[in-house]
């Protein structure tokens, strides 16, 4: 057998349809899986930000999603989204119902996520926050959002952990309300950014969205964080899956796209897609290197890791 017919019957055997001249271009070039899926959608759905295809795509948001789009994304995330100009917003949810592209999450952020405010039970913080949920549900509708992150704030050191336990429940059930009726989820995400943040492990955060017990509280998995605060990211997710209601994807060390760290993503994926997964998976990280090169790969890491079906 010749090496053409072996590789030709290799790849045949492995359900690669690649045949004639395709197959020996990707035998003598290798040609990159970005190349050769181009434009295909991937078996889940991965969510780019803004910036993250600056260079292949185009120096405003609007180019880079329809670049996104072309290169076979189906949803984008915009953590910054609800402090962008209406008009911009207008134009974002225009241009995805066009190319029918779902919107992932964008933060729900009144500028109290990141200090200590809903510990401690206080009415400023409470009624600041019952504002910004309001403010998203308009933001929301101009982008068909579906869920908006939620970050509780820092803990109060000044009370017991029951108290504020019980303070941020008391403010998840204030936002569900306002959300319920718009069908919109508010997600809050368990981070490792600081021991100062309240939610810290998935347990945590599964445990407060048992007592708010309402479909618009439910949990960001975000896989980058729960690797470096707890790890047994396969366990954790199963004993919390029925409140997780969206993942987002970060390699760990360094935060930057699968294949750069220690997380196999590939077997990870693989096991989210059997679960019966539908929602969204937000690429919440940088790249691993700059320029279009870096771009190219980013793709490149998704397509690789996507493979999970063969």
Not at 46 to 61: L, R, S
Not at 192 to 208: K, N
Not at 275 to 291: D, R, T
Request: contains cysteine; neutral net charge.
């Amino acid at each position: 057998m010749n090496r053409t017919e072996f590789l030709r019957n290799s790849l045949f055997a492995t359900g690669a349809l690649v045949t004639g001249s395709a197959l020996e271009a990707a035998a003598e070039k290798k040609m990159p899986l970005q190349q050769e899926m181009a434009g295909k959608t991937f078996n889940l759905d991965y969510a780019p930000h803004d910036g993250m295809f600056k260079n292949a795509g185009g120096a405003t948001f609007l180019e880079q999603i329809q670049y996104m789009y072309d290169q076979g994304f189906r949803s984008i995330e915009d953590n910054g989204y609800l402090n962008r100009p209406v008009e911009e917003q207008t134009k974002i949810g225009n241009l995805l119902a066009k190319l029918g592209m779902r919107m992932g999450v964008f933060v729900v952020d009144g500028g109290d996520n990141w200090k200590t405010s809903l510990t401690t039970g206080k009415k400023e913080f409470k009624d600041k926050f019952v504002e910004t949920c309001k403010r998203s549900v308009e933001a929301a509708k101009r982008c068909n959002a579906k869920w908006l992150t939620v970050v509780p704030g820092f803990y109060e050191r000044k009370l017991p952990y029951g108290n504020q336990f019980a303070n941020v429940i008391d403010a998840m059930r204030a936002g569900a309300e306002i959300f319920e009726p718009h069908g919109l989820v508010m997600v809050l995400e368990t981070l490792s950014d600081t021991p100062e943040l309240f939610l810290q492990q998935t347990h945590e955060t599964y445990a407060v969205c048992k007592a708010v017990n309402s479909p618009s509280c439910k949990i960001l998995y975000d896989i980058y964080h729960m690797q470096k605060t707890e790890g047994q990211l396969i366990v954790n997710m199963d004993r919390c899956w029925d409140e997780i209601a969206y993942i987002q994807i970060g390699d760990n060390p360094g935060r930057k796209e699968p294949t750069t760290g220690e997380i196999n993503y590939k077997n990870l994926f693989k096991h989210i897609h059997e679960k019966g997964y539908k929602g969204i998976m937000g690429m919440e990280h940088g790249n691993s290197k700059s320029g279009k090169e870096g771009e190219l790969r980013v793709i490149q890491a998704y397509r690789e890791v996507d493979n999970f079906l063969v």
